[in-house]
């Protein structure tokens, strides 16, 4: 049975792609890009490994949702299971968004049968390592270098360009307070929020 080495799971965020969807950031990258947004998901130990079924499971028993979004970490260091777990997605009409520090004619130019086959089941693909003199504040860009990929036809160039960035804040049922999405387009807000806590 496949599994995911999982840095972080959120059932629903606005944040990561269009409409309300899952995020997945896998644990392990070796790019290790300075000014990692998540350096703790650089590592390739096991963290919190969990089958395809169960992912699948979490992510299906969220009303509303329209799709599922990968990050890491490296997404296509698991592209395999996640390959796997996008396809079963797909078949229930959610649809997928992968970050990559790879370029797609990087992806493509290995062919490889796991990444291949993570490819074919993403439908927007936002490519290339982040370079932190090339910050921008596109939509799903951290660095003007990387690239949206409207590969299916699913999400629709209009759904996503000229949208802000967005970050979003969640208070956990714990009273830990964590964000999802771009750091620098809430920043300032996040800085004074954590001056708050005890």
Known sequence: MSKVNLYDFLPCCQANGPGERA??????????CPGCFNPEAQTFSAVAVAAVDEL?????AVAGIRGT??????????????A?????????KLDV????????????????SDWNGLL?????????PFVQELRCFEPLRGSSNQKLHFLSGRIL??????????????????????????PDAFQGVWKEAEALLP
Do not use: H
Request: with cysteine; hydrophobic share 35%; charged share 20%.
């Open 97 to 112: 968004v992968c970050f990559t520090g790879y370029t797609l004619k990087q992806l493509q130019r290995a062919n490889r």
């Open 23 to 32: 995020v997945i950031w896998v644990q392990g990258c070796s790019r290790r």
């Open 69 to 82: 979004t990968f990050s890491g970490g490296e997404p296509f260091s698991q592209a395999g299971a996640l």
């Open 56 to 60: 699948f499971s979490r992510i299906t």
């Open 84 to 92: 796997e777990l996008a396809k079963r997605l797909q078949e229930r």
């Open 157 to 182: 160039p209009a759904e996503v360009l000229g949208n802000a960035q967005k970050t979003e804040v969640i208070l956990g049922l714990d009273g830990n307070i964590s964000q999802s999405g771009f």
């Open 120 to 128: 074919e089941q993403v439908d927007l693909l936002i490519d290339g």
